[in-house]
């Protein structure tokens, strides 16, 4: 019978040759990953009230990415709880300060196809660009996992996202996700399984579909899946991991699945205005805007592609008079990368001020946004007060329209400058 990614994945991790969407299943986890905020702070007393034992260390990675760099008491405590619980644990696999979870994970090859993931943090499902099904969990589940190594799920319906055409230079991902957010809303996954598929998807490197994936959270869904292929192939084998055969990770021909159709082609970049992802729309709606502050950080939107982008708008330009730009790197490993490409040289030089290699102020960590009125923001959420402050207007976009917004000092077209002779200074 024709199965979906979605009920494929699904079966192997219930130990079933096929599964129904509506099915209520137990799944056996091949990884358990949390952070900081979620993970030994919350988990630990649970632990030990049980005087229970992790089920296995060696599925379990923990990255610390929320409270880093410390910068008052109480940070330095939760911090210090993860460490300490890590060492005591002897877990194998933990990232102290290296950028933030999901980009970590996926860098060190953790996720991989065919497997079933779990997170503690909302925007797990960034693993479903792997293949892997991959959704968030609250500390509670958490808790049932690390100690039976297993979880129950409804097997989900399959929402499938295509995308026919190319998209223009200057148009990615992030702009790929707002459309959806915005024309289908912030339920309109309906915490089923969304996958994207389509000759734009195909076209888009890796760490762009981690995107894709990443943002499925703010679609509604529970995952959020793009089949592997040759380009899953090659990122995993940079990270020092061989996949073997990947044709059986495919939906079939002929699944039940319910489709929606977007043109690449004809997609111009997109801004979220306040305080919705959902409030989406072409960015000529909005270039009317000054902005105080551009930002590019965040899993969405400052890993190494995301900083290519933002260098090629910004290479030969500055930064307009009155805004900031700030760069925080998704990774170290992002960021040495841009090193050596000169792409954080050419972000110094148009005055980027930049940041530490973790979730910062996308989580409202840190004051960095404490003055600014009007943001444009290259990460996931503009819900108010999500930032920091309660009397910030946050507006969502790509790191090109980021990039694009703090050279011009309002929100701008970042079709416009790639088109003007600076841009290929």
Known sequence: MAATLASKLIARACGRAAVTPGEIVTCRVDLAMFHDSSGPRRLQPMLEQLGAR???????????????????????????IARDWAREQALPHV??????????????????????????????PTGGAFGAYMFGIGSTEMLGVVVTGEIWLQVPRTRLMHWSGRLAPGVGAK??????????????????????????????????????????????????????????????????VEVGELSHWQTDPG???????????????QVAAPHSPANAGDVGRFT???????????????KLDDLRMAATVLRGRRVAAGTRLIVAPASRLD????????????????????????CGACAGYGDTLADARTVISSTARNFRGRMGSTATDVYLASPATVAASAVAGRICDPRDLLRAPEAAA
């Open 95 to 124: 990232y102290d300060s290296q950028g933030i979870c999901h980009v970590v994970v996926a860098q060190h090859g953790h996720v991989r196809p065919g497997m079933f993931c779990v997170g503690g943090d909302s925007h797990s």
């Open 288 to 302: 009317d805007r000054a902005v105080d502050v551009a930002y590019i950080g965040a899993c969405t939107g400052a």
């Open 335 to 358: 960021q040495d990368r841009a090193e050596r490409e000169g792409l954080m040289q050419v972000l110094r030089d148009a005055g980027a001020q930049v940041g530490a290699t973790a």
């Open 54 to 80: 992790l089920w296995d260390p060696d599925k379990v990675v923990l990255v610390m990415d929320h409270y880093v760099p410390e910068r008052d008491d109480e940070s330095r405590r939760i911090v210090r």
């Open 255 to 269: 699944a039940a699945v319910e489709r929606m159709d977007f043109d690449a082609a004809a997609l111009a970049p």
């Open 175 to 240: 702009d790929m996700m707002l459309h959806m957010i915005g024309r289908l809303g912030m339920n309109g996954g309906q915490y089923q399984a969304v996958e994207y598929a389509g000759e734009a998807v195909r076209a888009l490197a890796m760490q762009e579909r981690m995107t894709l994936s990443n943002m499925a959270a703010e679609l509604g869904a529970q995952a959020g899946l793009v089949a592997p292929d040759e380009v899953t192939r090659a990122y995993l084998r940079d990270a020092g």
